[in-house]
């Protein structure tokens, strides 16, 4: 999605950072309710993603790991890559794939925590 009037702009890359990009258009809206309902602990998951998205073994917590079973990866421009999940709130998750090739996040869902993980 590319950027448009009043449009908040993106910082840029640096060092070994992380670029994070909405990979559906529905993650741009559930973005912006949950910026409205919880800023700091959403720019929280952003510091993670931009750094830290996929920790190595022994370091994903409950808040933030890797889903599990037929969650556990999705596809974006064709290619396989595992999904992760970050608890914002107690009832909300942002959900991304780690595209370690292109060294950058896909969101791909932002919102309350979803009924299929259940």
Do not use: C, F
Request: hydrophobic residues 30%; proline residues 9%.
């Amino acid at each position: 999605m590319s950027p448009k009037r009043n449009d908040p702009v993106a910082p840029p890359t640096v060092g070994g950072e992380w670029r994070v990009r909405y990979s559906k258009s529905d993650a741009v809206d559930g973005w912006g309710e949950l910026e409205n309902r919880a800023a700091n602990n959403l720019r929280d998951a952003w510091e993670t993603m931009r750094h830290d998205p996929g920790p190595g073994p022994g370091k994903p917590t409950d808040r933030h790991h890797q889903l599990k079973g037929n969650l556990a990866d999705g596809t974006h421009g064709g290619r396989l890559l595992p999904r992760w999940q970050i608890e914002v709130t107690g009832g909300d998750r942002v959900w991304y794939l780690l595209d370690v090739e292109k060294h950058t996040v896909w969101v791909e869902y932002a919102g309350p925590h979803p009924k299929v993980t259940d």
